[in-house]
């Protein structure tokens, strides 16, 4: 038996448990509530995606009203499931752990903790002030003990002590351990609750270590906690996480002089320390204690082969030592004496470097803050990362610590020309928002919004060179997005806030980020000074958001402003798309004579314009009109017109919109049959972009059509996999859909 044929087993008893109970179906939700299991995780069970762990498996299949003969094949066709899949062979094996430290000492007994703790699954916190190792020290030992965990090891940097104050959301930690398990965007809950519900159900019975790196509360840990073996590191002591959730504090101390100079010794060699003398205890005393102070002093040494260590304290007693009894406070004499003996280019960079807002760095903008040419940005990366004073993170992108990203940011504001300093965040901000128009453009094919002036001189944008590439980019740096456009805000630059906020708003909106879509909307709606278009294009995104959450009275009030600021800057393309977005609210309160006025004067303001997309875009949508109001002739020839105009085009999502349309007119005209291998070409082009809402539209239509046709196993199934999505996407529609599985939602 195969994952699919127990899932079939699995429905099958569940069909028979309904009809027991007078045809009242457990929805995925009780069986939740009674196994342990997430709906969300029940989903992927029943539909042969996922094959149950071993781990509460028994109390499922009880709960479907196994006999005890059934329970005892089913157990068994799981286990021979598991056995011709190979060992975890169908699932995702994750290996996130950050680069193995160079060197650990004087940490034997923390490390024997580590062991004794997480091999019984207790969460374990690492307190320590800044710079004390951590990081070192938990990257150290889950690198010395990944053969224990052979199904994986998820990490992440929860950043919550970074230079932006913001760290990372506990919702967006999940989302990346769910990817890194291939859970697909179009079943990735909405919910923090259920992402965290569907982690454990997948993390259930496997041998997996989490680590979560820096983390800023218990609040944003507990989420993440899922029973498996858990290592957290924080500046504070998560004293939540010990009294509620059982971890256990290993408090980590600064070294002593003796492990301290044994650090030193690994990193230059025995000879040359011993050849320093008292230099060398004079520059471990300097480094107060810390492991990453002294890891920067070594850095630099190990790029002076020839350099006496006495010279080096020298240099050292010259830059002062801060002596305060604060390690975070002396270790900053450190980054000075450092930072101090950087080549011009490196120095600079730095800098400005403090001016950015998140916590990785890319070559491009590394060009752009400093505006040099790409290479010779890509060179002075290099030689921070070669004292320390930057990290590589991988993919060609470079992150600091956080105390080194706090000194850089003083140097940019006590150090940096006042009039240099603003010309590189100038130059960031223009560096954002020309790569992220040119994102967008990759993303969509067709930007509906007015063109931008070239960029700033200096500037080095970053052009994604397909909807993939964009797609990565913006992931990339969507941490950066809410910050920067707060303190953009706050610092004057309203036309480039709103502009950001504009460009990222269709990835957002795919990718089913509607409450940061919300925020970053409201940021720049709040950024007074926007033109007039600027603030229409806005409120006509902000409209589009609040509807997605379900508050379309909200939506028709921005809706109207928007109308009314596109009217008086006689800006014709943003009337027509307001007008498309005011023809969706519309429709969905029924008003479908309304609604197709409104896309008509859509229409009207895109042939004005020569605007073909936006001529697309009304075609399909006055054909919904037409087909929701039985006029299914004119209906059938505008989505044609439509359809010609996508596939010219080259727009895969005007495609997949247009071809559930022509789906439903055909439904409605009496062939369903005419209309199923429409809704599957829709659902099959949906898929490819990641589009998740309308993928569920387009299954929910695909059911009424088999129901239609009168094959109602095949209209069930395509209700299932349409509920599944709206559920996780805690979409307001999901009920109809329940309601059409049955009073109950048996789903």
């Not at 359809?643 to 009496?670: C, K, M, P």
């Amino acid at each position: 038996m195969e994952a699919n044929d127990l899932a079939r087993a699995l429905r099958q008893l569940r069909r028979r448990e309904a009809q027991r109970r007078g045809g009242r179906m457990l929805t995925y939700r009780e069986l939740a509530a009674k196994t342990g299991y997430s709906h969300s995780a029940i989903g992927l069970y029943l539909s042969g995606r996922v094959l149950p762990p071993v781990d509460r498996f028994d109390a499922l299949i009880q709960v479907l009203g196994a006999t005890p003969a059934e329970q005892s094949a089913l157990a068994t066709a799981r286990d021979e499931a598991e056995e011709r899949r190979g060992p975890r062979g169908a699932e995702p094996v994750p290996r996130q752990l950050p680069p193995a430290p160079f060197a650990l000492v004087g940490r034997e007994a923390e490390l024997r903790s580590l062991d004794r703790v997480l091999r019984g699954g207790r969460p374990l916190v690492i307190t320590g002030t800044a710079g004390v190792g951590k990081s070192v020290l938990a990257a150290f030992w889950a690198h010395r003990a990944a053969a224990r965990f052979p199904d994986g090891q998820l990490y992440v940097d929860l950043r919550g002590f970074a230079p932006s104050g913001r760290p990372m959301a506990s919702a967006d930690a999940l989302r990346g351990f769910l990817a890194a398990l291939d859970v697909p965007a179009q079943r990735m809950p909405a919910d923090v609750a259920g992402r965290a519900a569907l982690l454990r159900s997948l993390v259930a019975g496997r041998r997996m270590l989490i680590l979560l790196d820096n983390a800023a509360t218990a609040e944003q840990v507990r989420p993440l906690l899922t029973g498996s073996p858990t290592l957290v590191t924080s500046r504070d002591r998560l004293a939540g996480l010990a009294a509620i959730d059982g971890a256990e504090p290993l408090p980590l101390d600064l070294l002593d002089a003796a492990r301290s100079r044994e650090l030193l010794v690994l990193h230059l060699g025995a000879e040359r320390v011993a050849a320093a003398g008292p230099a060398a205890d004079a520059i471990v005393a300097r480094c107060a204690g810390l492991p990453l102070a002294l890891s920067i002093v070594a850095a630099r040494a190990a790029v002076a082969p020839g350099l006496p260590l006495a010279e080096l304290d020298r240099e050292m007693r010259d830059t002062g030592r801060l002596d305060t009894g604060d390690p975070a406070s002396d270790v900053r004499a450190v980054f000075s004496w450092s930072y101090e003996r950087l080549s011009p280019p490196a120095a600079r960079l730095f800098r400005l470097a403090g001016l950015h807002p998140g916590p990785e760095l890319s070559p491009p903008m590394a060009a752009s803050l400093t505006a040099v040419a790409a290479a010779q940005a890509r060179e002075a990366l290099g030689e921070l990362a070669r004292t320390h004073l930057l990290r590589e993170q991988g993919a060609g992108r470079y992150g600091a610590h956080d105390l080194l990203g706090a000194y850089a940011r003083d140097l940019a504001g006590t150090t940096e020309p006042a009039d240099g300093r603003d010309a590189a965040y100038a130059r960031m901000l223009d560096h954002y928002v020309h790569s992220s128009r040119a994102a967008a453009q990759a993303l969509t094919l067709h930007w509906p919004s007015a063109p931008l002036p070239e960029p700033l001189p200096g500037v080095t944008p970053e052009r994604p060179a397909d909807r993939e590439a964009a797609q990565a980019w913006f992931a990339a740096e969507q941490p950066h997005l809410l910050p920067l456009l707060e303190r953009a805000a706050a610092a004057g630059h309203h036309e480039r806030v709103w502009q950001l906020a504009e460009a990222w708003g269709s990835f957002l909106d795919w990718s089913g980020r509607w409450p940061e879509w919300l925020a970053a909307l409201e940021i720049a709606l709040g950024s007074v000074g926007a033109a007039e278009a600027g603030e229409a294009a806005l409120r006509c995104d902000l409209a589009r958001a609040l509807l997605r959450m379900g508050r379309r009275d909200e939506a028709y009030v921005q809706l109207r402003l928007a109308i009314d600021r596109y009217e008086r800057a006689g800006h014709r393309t943003g009337l027509a798309r307001t007008y498309r977005n005011l023809g969706i609210c519309l429709e969905e309160d029924g008003r479908y004579a309304e609604a197709r006025d409104a896309i008509r004067s859509a229409l009207e303001h895109s042939r004005a314009t020569g605007d073909v997309p936006g001529q697309a875009n009304a075609l399909n949508g006055i054909g919904w009109c037409h087909a929701q109001l039985g006029d299914h002739a004119p209906a059938l020839d505008s989505c044609t017109r439509a359809l010609a105009l996508f596939t010219e085009l080259g727009d895969r999502h005007g495609q997949a919109s247009t071809l559930d349309t022509i789906g439903y007119v055909h439904h409605l005209s009496g062939d369903p049959a005419g209309a199923l291998p429409r809704y599957r070409e829709a659902i099959d082009r949906y898929r490819e972009l990641g589009v998740r809402l309308g993928e569920a539209e387009s299954l929910e239509h695909l059911g009424d059509a088999h129901q239609a046709a009168g094959a109602d196993d095949e209209a069930r199934a395509a209700w299932r996999a349409a509920l599944a999505i709206l559920d996780d996407l805690a979409d307001r529609h999901a009920a109809a859909v329940r309601a059409k599985l049955g009073r109950d939602g048996g789903a």
